[in-house]
């Protein structure tokens, strides 16, 4: 799977490959994004995570509020995505 990315998309990804701590992180991604839209974001993270460790759709409903809808369209991308969830499940937890 690929996708065409334009110019000030690819200077956004490059803006976040700056950064370099936690705390910075949170200070440009906050002023980029409004709090709930990060609460989105993570709570995506948090799916993808989960769906990882196996655990079942209704548990991560009623942990996360996400809708099944939304689970099995994170399941689909973190399965047969552009890999982008793998490489950073990897990458965090060395598996």
């Known amino acids: 799977m690929n996708y065409s990315v334009d110019k000030d998309s690819k200077e956004l990804f490059e803006a976040i490959l700056s950064l370099k701590t936690v705390s910075e992180c949170k200070k440009f991604l906050r002023d980029l994004l409004t709090e709930p839209e990060i609460k989105e974001f993570a709570n995506r993270w948090k799916v993808a995570r989960m769906l990882d460790k196996k655990i079942p759709y209704g548990k991560i409903e009623k942990e996360t509020g996400m809708s099944s809808t939304t689970i099995a369209r994170i399941n689909k991308w973190l399965t047969n995505g ?13 598996k």
Request: charged fraction near 30%.
């Open 82 to 94: 552009m890999g982008g969830y793998r490489l950073i499940l990897k990458r965090i937890y060395k």
